[in-house]
């Protein structure tokens, strides 16, 4: 089983910035992807940005260029700067990974709540 732990979360007013962080533990072989998804109230969950065991990464458009992931894969961890926040940013974050154990499986996090507001 994979383990996904997310932290940094909160609020923040328009323009302000936050960083979260997820760290996968657990008995795995590998993490392939790792990325970050957010649903907001009443809307469906969707993706946010991703990353490969390679570093490729790609993004959701309404974040580009505000957004940026990165991943450390000695430590199994995956970071989400956020810059530029606006309202439209609230909601829920989560953290994803697709692991490989016995198995190629798809786990999340707890979530983590991301609210901008003045």
């Known amino acids: 089983q994979v383990q996904l732990v997310e932290s940094g979360g909160g609020l923040v007013q328009p323009g302000g910035s936050l960083r979260l962080s997820c760290a996968a533990s657990g008995s795995f072989f590998s993490i392939e992807t790792m990325g970050w998804y957010r649903q907001a109230p009443g809307k469906q969950r969707e993706l946010v940005a991703r990353?490969?065991?390679?570093?490729?990464?790609n993004y959701a458009d309404s974040v580009k260029g505000r957004f940026t992931i990165s991943r450390d894969n000695a430590e199994n961890t995956v970071v989400l700067q956020m810059n530029s926040l606006k309202p439209e940013d609230t909601a829920v974050y989560y953290c994803?990974?697709?692991?490989?154990?016995?198995?190629?499986?798809?786990?999340w996090g707890q979530g983590t709540q991301v609210t901008v507001s003045s």
């Open positions: 990353i490969t065991s390679g570093n490729s990464t």
């Open positions: 994803n990974a697709v692991a490989v154990t016995v198995y190629k499986g798809i786990y």
